[in-house]
């Protein structure tokens, strides 16, 4: 005899062997490729980009998201021998918006280099003491 009982917020279901052969009647519905609830990767089953992937990390939110769809699409939809090539104008312009809000988009050179000189104070402190004091006498 089946039964279940609840145990906090679980629910346990007691199956015998006679309730399993009865084949189901549950009906399973197909996947919808444009369920917006359902969660896509970044290349929908049409072959369109998802822009609300959370895998770009709100770059095609964000106020160079034009300029990241542009340069984005370019290169997905490219056919160029070597993909993306006929895209440099597109990524030009998404850089050089991207400068215009360091705060948003920092660039890996800065962030390194801040490391590293942080690091550097760090690590010799007196090296960088004297590096001060020679870019002020110079």
């Keep these: 005899m089946s039964y279940c009982r609840q145990e906090g917020k679980d629910r346990i ?22 369920d917006p609830y359902e969660e896509q990767g970044l290349i929908l089953p049409s072959g369109d980009i998802n822009w609300n992937c959370p895998c770009l990390g709100g770059m095609a939110s ?9 340069a984005f699409s370019c290169f ?12 440099v104008d597109q990524f030009r312009a998404m850089q050089e918006c991207m400068q ?10 800065e962030e390194e280099e801040k ?24």
């Design 13 to 34: 279901i007691f199956a015998t062997k006679e309730d399993h052969e009865t084949p189901s009647s549950a009906e399973l519905v197909a996947d919808d490729p444009d």
């Design 115 to 138: 490391e590293k000189s942080s690091k550097d104070l760090e690590a010799n402190p007196m090296e960088a003491s004297v590096a001060k004091e020679e870019k002020g006498s110079s």
């Design 100 to 109: 215009k809000y360091p705060d948003l988009y920092p660039q890996e050179d």
């Design 76 to 87: 997905h939809y490219s056919t160029e021998e070597i993909k993306g090539s006929d895209c």
């Design 62 to 70: 964000g106020p160079c998201g034009e300029q990241f769809k542009s």
